[in-house]
């Protein structure tokens, strides 16, 4: 089958390589999906980088875990009945060697889920970090129906689709951009107040919108960066589900004033959620999905032959939405 893999780590033009790899088998409780498109991460480029230090000892590693394609063949203990599903793919690349990018992948069937015939394969890219990710973020410590959320990175590709879960769930929705088109993705996706984090001011404007009422959550792309201020505007007794700190990658925390504060801190990984949570989340994407609620931003596509640019992007920081690898041609 055609595939990309890095058997080192490195750069992206240095290390990922195409060409002719060993299709899968599908085991015990798996399927074969025919890949269609892959959907590339930050954190799909951080292990290409080597943030799992031993992720090659078991070989080379074919990158992604998002995708989605259509099932071709199953293993034992999977009914017949799913061949020929269109599915959508989450933790492909998962304590295991092989994802996305390749023509031919082989999952769990969990992690398989159908994909409604009006979603598109791209959209079926978009659908496991960034949007699982999002749902953990908005709804792991209850209902937010009536709670005001702060949201920081609102047109970032967790927080777009952040924003909209909670606005969905019946939550106020406060969230940062620093830029017309930025602050265009947080409007589109339906941002009740939006400020500019750069602003000496942004602690003063968040509280003159909400009247002076602390904000009950905090879903934050940016922990350690943001957490000074954060702190001005949270109450107590509030939740900071946090999913990334990479400008300050180990912030010092400042403990006593947290402790008096009653605070919660919620790190968020979507690999290593739980099973129920997983399954909470694959329901609502579905059910979204289903009744059109959920919007999709796609950035660029990429050919497979071209996934070193792809991933370059990513490094880069570039654009808001999904980068997507088609597999086929």
């Known amino acids: 089958m055609k595939a990309a893999w890095f058997e080192e780590f490195g750069a992206p033009e240095e290390v990922l390589q195409t060409g002719d790899f060993a299709a899968p088998e599908p085991g015990h409780g798996e399927v074969l999906i025919r890949m269609k498109t ?8 951080k292990k290409r980088q080597g943030s799992f230090q031993h992720l090659l000892d078991g070989g080379p590693v074919i990158p992604n875990s998002d995708g989605a394609g259509v099932i071709e063949a199953v ?54 970090i960034p949007v699982m990710t999002a749902h953990r973020s908005v709804f792991a410590d209850g209902p937010v129906e009536g709670e005001v959320l702060f949201i920081t990175g609102g047109a970032g590709r967790v927080g777009y689709y952040a924003i909209q879960w909670a606005k969905l769930a ?25 400020v500019n984090h750069k602003s000496s001011d ?14 009950d959550r905090v879903i934050d792309v940016e922990f350690g960066a943001n957490l000074e201020s954060v702190l001005e505007i949270i109450r107590v007794g509030g939740v900071i589900a946090t999913y990334s700190s990479t400008v300050v990658p180990e912030p010092v ?12 801190i919620r790190m968020i990984i979507v690999y290593d959620m739980p099973e129920e949570a997983k399954r909470e989340a694959v329901e609502d994407i579905d059910e979204a999905l289903r009744s059109d609620l959920l919007l999709h931003r796609i950035d660029k596509i990429y050919p497979l032959e071209e996934i070193a640019e792809a991933n370059a992007d990513i490094d880069r920081g570039e654009g808001y939405g999904c980068v997507i690898v088609n597999i086929e041609d």
Request: hydrophobic share 35%; aromatic share 8%; glycine share 10%.
């Open 202 to 215: 942004m602690v003063d404007q968040i509280l003159d919108f909400t009247g002076g009422r602390k904000v």
């Open 253 to 264: 925390l400042p403990f006593r004033r947290m402790m008096f504060m009653d605070l919660t």
């Open 38 to 45: 892959s959907g590339v991460n930050p954190s799909d480029t």
């Open 75 to 128: 293993g034992p203990g999977v009914s017949h009945a799913r061949i020929g599903e269109r599915v959508w793919v989450y933790q492909a690349q998962f304590q295991r060697q092989h994802g996305t990018a390749a023509e031919y992948c082989a999952v769990e069937s969990r992690r398989a889920v159908k994909l409604p015939d009006e979603v598109s394969f791209e959209t079926g890219a978009c659908l496991g």
């Open 170 to 194: 019946g939550a106020v929705v406060i969230t940062t951009a620093s830029n017309d088109e930025s602050r265009h993705y947080c409007r589109e996706a339906g941002a009740d107040f939006i």
